[in-house]
């Protein structure tokens, strides 16, 4: 660690440790959205005795996991990126545009988050329910919106901080093994 650089490197460890234990978290919930599912299937089709909340339970999480998402995908470069080009250009001209890149995922992140916040605010002082078999306050479908959304700015904070030190390029998909 270089001397006057480490009060930069431990909010990226942090940011990265968050998005840890949401990968954890997203990944229980597509369990259970699985175990949902296939019930649902076998009650409906097999015993034919649906249940009247399962289509729900799984739609409300399948939202929550898109959100514990957002974050550990920017992080580790399964967003959408366009680089076909980049062999082309120098290392320079790849560090500044990963710098521009950085930012504007910053600000994508930011006005998400404040958009998010937002309707959720909303959805706390209006308290509506969801128009389901079982009605739940939208707030606790929501909630998880702005939660996620200011993970992904976190996220972007410090890739763009890694990006004007000139460190820790996101990893792409093919460099994880997943080839288009």
Known sequence: MAQGTGWLEWPGAVVRAINRVFTVCGGALAIMILVVVLTDVFLRYVVNDPTTWGID??????????????????????????????????????RWASIVASLLAVVFAAVLFWELLDTTIDEFVENNLTPTAIPVPVKYVVIIGPIGAFQMLLTAVAMAIDAMRGIRAPLKPADAGFEA
């Open 57 to 94: 339970v799984a739609s409300f999480g399948l939202s929550y996991l898109f959100f514990f998402a957002l974050g550990p995908a920017l992080e580790s470069g399964f967003h959408v990126s366009v680089d076909f080009f980049q062999q082309y250009y120098s290392e320079r001209v790849q």
